[in-house]
């Protein structure tokens, strides 16, 4: 069928009719149009069988609708056409083993609202093959081994779901295209593959639990990775290997990305200029990993609890700022052969906060590291520059070099920490100057190394040091520097060795992050308002801060799920963070730090939680099934299923009453033969359901003959019956069924002169009843007896006999009938037995007589004919039992007295 469409709302009608839909029914898409259109399945008359018959047809600019109905073909798009599916939950194309569902090798192709489904092992669900300008959107990719493989320019896939693939997406030799807002899960291999592409755009897609990686892209360039959501919930890190791995890849941008529970979250091999900014690393063994990317940057990133570590660095000439990195087993930061600048990062709860391995000429400045095992660890790192940085309350060392020399050390804190503020071991010719010292157990401890600890006549803050600065040993009075007590001898360098500070300060220096005695801060009354919502509640989550040194938080972070969100100030002391959420329980801790190497958690550690349920409850029945027959009293039995039920009522003959559980229901006395229960359940977050089942209720069917009440009736007799509670009735009469008038009247008119056998079958929704009646019709309603035509002859009878009765009778008015034979006498000497037109006439004594009987046969109605017959019996002989006896006596007798004359010998 081919129709020219001018206008959008004849596109919605032709769609419509073409493909059989009811208006108000299902929501289906219709595109504008541009061009003809050819319809697939549907009803409508002209539409096409095959999808590939249709394409064919179709011309540049036409367009494909493909009615609801699942088609198992494989075709070539081979023109600019529009294929569109009536909605991709109801159109659906499965291909057959071995061969792509649809390939594309024409530019400009658009395709949308459509599932393609399995198309075997190792090709795709669609292919665009060297096609250019193509639009994929709305379409789903089911348990295919490539959802859609991509090669050609500037195309767009967007807002597609993939489910159970292999690869998902698979780019080769895709250039300037966008994969756009979809949503890919359950891949067993990548989510995206990009090999040999360049200037793509991964923007604001979802990656759930891809085994091998989210996102892959090899020997590629200028590739864009822009807020997508990479989430690994199956097994961990060992469910998952890679979040975002970008491979031989170089010029590449990584934004704004949430990447959780992969064993590489986000992962960058020999790909220089690699741009990575506000990702959100958390729950696997590495964070950020960068290895042989040089002059690359890392800026405004979050990672945290990240096993073996949150930031890996194998680069040289990389920079990364601005970031957090917190709660690592291992390091916040590592830095290996790697000439790095760190500036302005805060690396906390870790093993070491910052870590420098033979990577020399580095530069620390302006960073924050708290709360470690150690603040930085400097192995092997020549000529680095660590300035304006905060190394507090860690619990072994501030900061800690092994065989690293020739670096400068200047305007840095060492606070508060557990051993030791600045630890040196066979480290020598570094120039220590203008830091601040305090609070730590020890401020220095040195071993086998030799440093200088002033320049320019200015050392650094001991707050150990008591000398004064009054002018002593010809110094100037009120200068700032100590002029007693000098070299400050506090600096043990171990081995007898000592590094001297001849010019210690008076004061300590302006240094942001600087404090003798940091108060921590303090979080309370954390909380979420509601706990318990729906997909469009608005959470508020809420925490109180209070800190004694009256800092206000540098960082409010509360954490959902692993990811960080920035809390805004309410009033007073408040923070404040609202927002809707998906379903599932999800889990958040609030985290915020003042500045100046404090922090607090809420709670202290674990998680708080909430819930999101945007199920409504689930309603059946369990016994008996919808639709079945049952009686008052019947109990019928609900399943109600929901994790946060509240209420449960039911309706019944336009009355509403509460449910309770176990959610069972008598029937009462009294319902109607269909009775409707509305079954309505809510939960405690307003998600309504509700269910109507019908039963029909089981009555008895009695059918009964009003009249005639005689077996004969002439032709015209009305046959009266009375039926209840029947709702259907028929009558089947030689064979033939009629249906029974509501007044159940069985008209005879056309009846003949015969025997009919009638049965009467009468229903309703639940029984059925059987009656069975016969009739005899004759032309008038006298009735002819049977006549008895055999000869009966004297009986002769020893001791029984049996006679056929068979045949010795007719009935000439219905010949029919079925004739009974009836036999009696008065006589008590002889029995008589009628069984299936058998006679059997037995003698009861042994004399000889003579006895008649009366035989009777009868037709159905009572008519009968009778014949008198003879019986003669002969005397039996009752002498032989007692001769046979007195022979056998003396027979014995004879026997005894020959044994005895020979015992007598005689």
């Given at each position: ?6 206008q ?15 208006l ?21 008359p ?50 057959f ?6 390939t ?24 665009i093959?060297?096609?250019n300008?193509?639009i994929i ?56 593959f ?15 639990n891809?085994?091998a ?12 990775f ?50 990575l ?121 501030g ?121 921590p ?128 009522f ?65 032709p ?5 019956l ?96 079925t ?5 009696s ?35 159905p109605?009572g ?8 019986v003669?019996?002969k ?9 046979e ?22």
């Amino acid at each position: 069928m081919k129709r020219k469409i001018c206008q959008k709302i004849s596109l919605v009608l032709a769609s419509v009719f073409a493909c059989g839909i009811l208006l108000g029914s299902l929501s289906i898409y219709t595109p504008t149009a541009k061009g003809n259109v050819f319809y697939v399945g549907g009803t409508g008359p002209g539409n096409f069988t095959l999808i590939k018959n249709a394409i064919n047809t179709a011309n540049e600019g036409d367009t494909v609708f493909i009615c609801a109905g699942t088609y198992t073909e494989t075709f070539t798009i081979d023109k600019p056409i529009r294929l569109i599916g009536e909605g991709k939950e109801i159109t659906k194309i499965k291909g057959f083993e071995g061969g792509s569902v649809a390939t594309v090798v024409s530019n400009g192709t658009f395709i949308s609202q459509i599932t393609f489904e399995y198309a075997g092992e190792y090709v795709a669900g669609l292919i665009i093959e060297n096609a250019n300008e193509c639009i994929i959107e709305n379409c789903s990719f089911v348990n295919t081994f490539y959802g859609i493989k991509v090669s050609g320019n500037n195309s767009t896939i967007s807002n597609c779901t993939f489910t159970n693939c292999s690869y998902a997406a698979y780019f080769f030799a895709a250039n300037s295209s966008t994969f756009y807002s979809n949503k890919i899960k359950d891949c067993t291999n990548y989510g995206l593959f990009a090999s040999n592409c360049s200037t793509l755009c991964i923007d604001s897609n979802i990656f759930e639990n891809c085994q091998a990686a989210g996102i892959f892209a090899t020997n590629s360039k200028d590739l864009n990775f822009k807020e997508n959501s990479i989430n690994c919930s199956d097994g961990g890190c060992e469910g998952c290997e890679r979040g975002i791995h970008i491979f031989s890849t170089p010029n590449c941008t990584a934004i704004g990305n949430c990447i959780n529970g992969s064993r590489w979250n986000l992962k960058i091999e020999y790909s220089q200029s690699t741009i990575l900014s506000k990702n959100a690393c958390s729950n696997g063994e590495y964070g950020i990993y960068m290895v042989s990317s040089n002059f690359s940057s890392v800026s405004d990133c979050y990672a945290s609890s990240n096993t073996m570590g949150n930031l890996f660095l194998e680069s040289s000439s990389c920079k990364v700022y601005n970031s957090t990195f917190s709660n690592s087993q291992s390091y916040g930061i590592c830095s290996v052969r790697s000439l790095v600048e760190i500036v302005n990062c805060t690396s906390f709860n870790n093993s070491h906060g910052i870590k420098l391995d033979r990577a020399n000429d580095s530069i620390l400045n302006m960073n924050n590291c708290t709360m470690n095992d150690y603040g930085t660890w400097i192995f092997s790192s020549n000529n680095c520059t660590i300035t304006n940085n905060t190394f507090a309350s860690n619990e072994q060392y501030g900061a800690y070099f092994a065989n690293s020399s020739y670096s400068t050390i200047h305007r840095n804190n060492f606070i508060s920490n557990g051993l030791y503020g600045l630890v040196f071991s066979y480290s020598s010719n570094n120039l220590i100057w203008q830091n601040n010292f305090a609070l730590n157990s020890k401020n220095v401890h040195s071993t086998s190394s030799s440093n200088t600890w002033h320049f320019n006549e200015h050392g650094n803050y001991w707050d150990d040091y008591e000398g004064l600065d009054d002018g002593s040993n010809a110094r100037i009075a009120g200068d700032g520097i100590g002029d007693t007590l000098i070299p400050h001898p506090n600096i043990d360098l171990g081995n007898g060795y000592y590094s001297l500070d001849n010019y210690p300060l008076i004061n300590p220096l302006d240094i942001p992050g600087f404090f003798i005695q940091n108060r921590p801060p303090k979080l309370t009354f954390g909380n979420v308002t509601p706990s318990l919502g729906n997909s469009t509640t608005i959470f508020t989550f809420e925490v109180n801060w209070s800190d004694a040194d009256g800092d206000e938080p540098a960082n409010s972070t509360l954490v959902i799920d692993s990811i960080p969100k920035s809390m805004t100030k309410g009033i007073g002391a408040k923070y404040v963070y609202s927002s809707t959420f998906e379903n599932g329980t999800h889990y958040f801790y609030f985290i915020f730090d003042d500045g100046n190497g404090g922090y607090a958690r809420y709670p202290s550690s674990g998680n708080l939680s909430f819930t999101v349920d945007a199920q409504p409850p689930a309603i059946s029945i369990s016994y008996p099934a919808n639709g079945s027959c049952v009686t008052p009293g019947t109990v019928l039995e609900f399943s109600i299923l929901d994790q946060n039920l509240a209420n449960v009522f039911y309706t019944i003959n336009q009355t509403t009453l509460p449910l309770l559980a176990p959610y069972t229901l008598t029937l009462p006395p009294g319902i109607s033969d269909e009775t409707l229960i509305e079954i309505t359940a809510y939960d405690l977050v307003n998600n309504t359901a509700s269910a109507t089942f019908v039963f029909f209720v089981s009555s008895k069917i009695e059918i009964e003959l009003i009249s005639p009440l005689q077996l004969t009736i002439t032709p015209g007799t009305e046959i009266i019956l009375s039926i209840k509670n029947a709702t259907y009735a028929n009558y089947t009469v030689n064979s033939n069924s009629y249906d029974l008038s509501p007044s159940y009247v069985i008209n005879t008119t056309t009846w003949t002169e015969g025997t009919y056998n009638i049965t009467i079958f009468a229903s309703n929704r639940c029984n059925s009843q059987l009656k069975n009646l016969k009739f005899i019709v004759r032309k008038t309603s006298q009735n002819y007896p049977p006549v008895i035509t055999g000869n009966f002859p004297e009986i002769q009878l020893d001791r029984k006999y049996v006679l056929d009765l068979n045949g010795m009778a007719q009935d000439a008015n219905d010949p029919a009938d079925t004739l009974t034979w009836v036999a009696s006498c008065t006589d008590s000497r002889l029995g008589l037995k009628v069984e299936s037109n058998n006679l059997t006439i037995t003698r009861t004594t042994n004399s000889k007589f003579r006895v008649a009987f009366n035989l009777t046969v009868k037709d159905p109605s009572g008519a009968s004919d009778s014949v008198i017959v003879w019986v003669n019996a002969k005397a039996r002989n009752t002498s032989t039992p007692f001769v046979e006896t007195a022979f056998v006596l003396i027979l014995l007798f004879a026997i005894s007295f020959v044994c005895y004359l020979r015992r007598k010998n005689i």
